[in-house]
């Protein structure tokens, strides 16, 4: 599969652990996107990379959240001190710059005990 | 920011009866809209695409209308197949700008038997 994966695919834990999340775009794709969806919503935006710049933070990306993209190719996600609301679906999604259509990853699931 | 609205939540159709799914967007600036359908603990798929260019486009059984005066656009299926349903996701971008998208909260299509 050349598409954009993600892992791990599932992630249980407590309650003020960290969590680090990775995703891997499709190869040569520069603009890398990660994106929240909870249970009967929509995707909501979170970030976004063009190259390893950070170019835009939601404001629903608390304190707690960080993201990296440290060589303009996988990113990563971490959450600090996780709470019961950061339970979600984490995706990821990739485009080349000038390409409208983002490609999405499988997904990270999370739950926070 | 960018809203879009998405109507209906639920939507049940016989199967080979049309599907109608309607949306409107608030910010005058967005140029693009994705629609993406998502199955079931999978990821989003785009399905079709228009640009604000264009009013409408046709994919085979599936259209998309645009009405920019209004900020309308919609997304019509016809001859529905058991395996069109899933939940479907308009949504709208800032094409050339940070292109990231603003998702509607989604419908969910059952195609009845």
């Known amino acids: 599969d050349t598409g954009v994966s993600q892992n791990p695919r599932h992630k249980i834990t407590k309650r003020g652990q960290n969590v680090t999340f990775r995703c891997d775009p499709i190869?040569?794709?520069?603009?890398l996107y990660w994106y929240r969806q909870t249970l009967g919503q929509g995707p909501e935006f979170l970030t976004y990379?063009?190259?390893?710049?950070?170019?835009?933070k939601s404001r629903l990306l608390s304190d707690r959240f960080s993201a990296e993209r440290p060589k303009g190719s996988f990113s990563t996600l971490e959450i600090q001190r996780t709470e019961q609301g950061d339970s979600a679906m984490y995706l990821c999604?990739?485009?080349?710059?000038?390409?409208?259509?983002?490609?999405f990853g499988p997904g990270t699931r999370l739950l926070v005990l | 920011g960018e809203n879009v609205e998405q109507h209906p939540s639920t939507l049940s159709v016989q199967e080979g009866d049309s599907a109608v799914i309607k949306c409107t967007y608030s910010d005058s600036a967005s140029n693009y809209f994705p629609w993406y359908k998502q199955e079931l603990g999978k990821r989003p798929q785009l399905i079709i695409d228009?640009?604000?260019?264009?009013g409408e486009k046709k994919d085979q059984r599936i259209a998309v209308t645009l009405n920019k005066t209004a900020k309308h656009f919609s997304l019509h299926i016809t001859e529905t197949q058991p395996e069109d349903s899933a939940v479907y996701f308009c949504?709208?971008?800032?094409?050339?700008?940070?292109?990231?998208?603003?998702f509607g909260k989604g419908t969910r299509l059952h195609i009845l038997p």
């Open positions: 228009i640009r604000s260019n264009v």
């Open positions: 999604a990739s485009s080349f710059d000038g390409q409208e259509t983002q490609y």
């Open positions: 949504a709208a971008s800032k094409k050339n700008r940070d292109d990231k998208i603003i």
């Open positions: 190869s040569e794709h520069n603009r």
């Open positions: 990379f063009q190259n390893e710049a950070q170019l835009e």
